[in-house]
């Protein structure tokens, strides 16, 4: 067996994984919180002010990667979601049930302080534009997922249900976002696209380096989750057993 | 003993499924009703203003067409469930998905097109203009299915669960948005008197693409919930 396919097949077994993952996680909590650092400096104090938005421009570096990861952990949750109903791999199970709650809190960010920032630049907090109303419903499926993993007794079955429902909704999120899009819209179109970027670098550092922290707190998150909820899974399972009588030694 | 062939499985569901709601006339009426009510209670809430109502007319129509709809959608495999008719199914040897199909269009044609043949009360309720109203019934006519076919997900994704029918709402009405959208619009813009064909369009691409995914992720759903 080479080397890949004897990782792929360690990263399957729930001790395996539970100590790997302990060992990452207190790395991905440093890379985050160096990063959230430096790029919060950067964008509170070093980025200049914009002309015409004053310093409220400022909440764009918690804004549009909070809105980032919320669709990129939907996405995420779908891939996971299709391994885990496939190859029935549990720890894919447990990762994508435990990336929703990660995933809202993040919808529920990029909401927050969405309408924050349009109270001064727009006028109102809440629009029916198509981003503000994509992301709204973004959230909705967010909590139908985890609303269907808790009308499950069983967690397995539970984890499955979900992986379904992500699926659904990935399928449809696109559909959704166009048909808003089509339908009305006030919010500015993105500012990066192949070609490059129409932000400045003293803005656009700050902005990257915030959308890298926000990846390592979803990575430091989801791994927690998944650990302590592969340890109440298995907490009749003998690798728990030893790993408390190690702990307690 | 052989199998049946593909086609007079499908037939026999189908017919089945006719007689278990012939059977049951007045639950087939309940959904109706609803619809009715519904629109009813819009005039009583914004008032009476012709105008007014015209404007409202295809969102009021199509939300309503939407609730009554996803309505009788929770006792879709329910019953079928419970008496594990639907294991002996699953153990036929026909394909799941057909038989999710034969269900989900036993449930159009008792759920979705007799609020096709409502419409045009409705439309007359609402005051909608007469440009409108061929609009209002095609795209009915073919935004229904899509209605049933991903309703029948939450379905069968809700079946095993006691109380299903809250949770069965919220995991589908926000897939209902584009269908929604659409849909209005084409009303709207048949009532301006602008061209509509492209939301018609639109509407019949969703209908075929939800057509064929559909009942695949239904029977995926249907097998998670017997496993």
């Known amino acids: 067996m080479n080397r890949f396919m004897l990782f ?15 060992k990452l996680i207190p790395w991905l909590w440093v890379g985050f919180a160096v990063l959230t650092a430096t790029g919060l400096y950067m964008g509170l104090f070093l980025a200049p002010p914009d002309y015409q938005q004053g310093e409220s421009v400022r909440i764009m570096y918690l804004h549009v990667p909070a809105a980032w990861m919320s669709m990129m952990i939907y996405g995420m949750m779908a891939v996971m979601g299709f391994i885990a109903l496939v190859w029935r791999i549990r720890i ?30 727009w006028g109102t907090y809440w629009v029916w534009d198509a981003r503000l109303t994509s992301e ?49 819209t006030l919010h500015q179109g993105s500012s990066f696209s192949a070609s490059g970027s129409s932000i400045h670098p003293s803005m656009l550092w700050p902005l990257l380096l915030m959308a890298i922290a926000f990846k390592f707190y979803y990575g430091a998150n989801l791994l927690s989750r998944a650990r302590l909820r592969l340890l109440k899974q298995d907490h009749r399972k003998r690798w728990v057993h030893e790993l408390l009588v190690q702990e307690s030694e | 003993m052989s199998k049946p062939a593909l086609s007079t499985a499908f037939w026999a569901l189908l017919r089945r499924d006719f007689l278990l709601a012939y059977r049951r006339r007045a639950e087939l009426l309940q959904p109706l009703v609803f619809l009715l009510v519904v629109v009813t209670l819009f005039p009583l809430g914004v008032g009476p203003s012709p105008q007014l109502l015209a404007n409202i007319a295809p969102g009021v129509i199509w939300i309503a067409a939407l ?42 044609l008792v759920a979705g097109l007799p609020i096709v043949l409502l419409s045009p009360l409705l439309a007359v309720w609402m005051n909608l203009p007469d440009a409108g109203v061929p609009v209002l019934i095609k795209s009915l006519i073919i935004g229904t299915p899509v209605l049933s076919l991903i309703g029948a997900i939450g379905a069968a994704l809700t079946v095993s669960l006691k109380r299903g029918g809250q949770l069965l709402s919220l995991l589908v009405f926000p897939l209902y948005v584009p269908l929604l959208i659409l849909a209005t619009s084409a009303v709207s813009a048949a009532v301006a008197g602008l061209p509509y064909n492209g939301q018609l369009g639109l509407i019949l691409a969703g209908m075929i693409a939800a057509l064929t995914l559909a009942p695949f992720a239904t029977a995926a759903a249907l097998k998670l919930s017997l496993s």
């Open chain 1, 8 to 22: 792929f097949h360690k990263t399957g077994s729930p001790p395996w994984f539970y100590r790997f993952a302990g």
């Open chain 2, 67 to 108: 609730l009554a709809t996803v309505l009788p959608l929770d006792s879709l495999f329910r019953s079928d469930y419970e008496d594990g008719t639907l294991e002996q199914m699953v153990l036929s040897g026909q394909p799941l998905a057909l038989i999710a199909l034969a269900r989900i269009l036993a449930h159009w």
């Open chain 1, 136 to 184: 709204l419903v973004l959230l909705f499926l967010y909590i139908g997922v985890i609303a269907l993993y808790n009308a499950y007794d069983e967690p397995r079955k539970a984890a499955r249900a979900a992986s379904l429902m992500a699926i659904v909704g990935a399928v449809n999120l696109p559909i959704i976002h166009y048909s808003v899009l089509w339908w009305n």
């Open chain 1, 92 to 121: 894919m199970e447990v990762l994508t049930i435990s990336s929703a709650p990660v995933g809202a809190a993040f919808t529920i960010i990029a909401l927050i302080t969405g309408s924050l920032w349009g109270r001064p630049t």
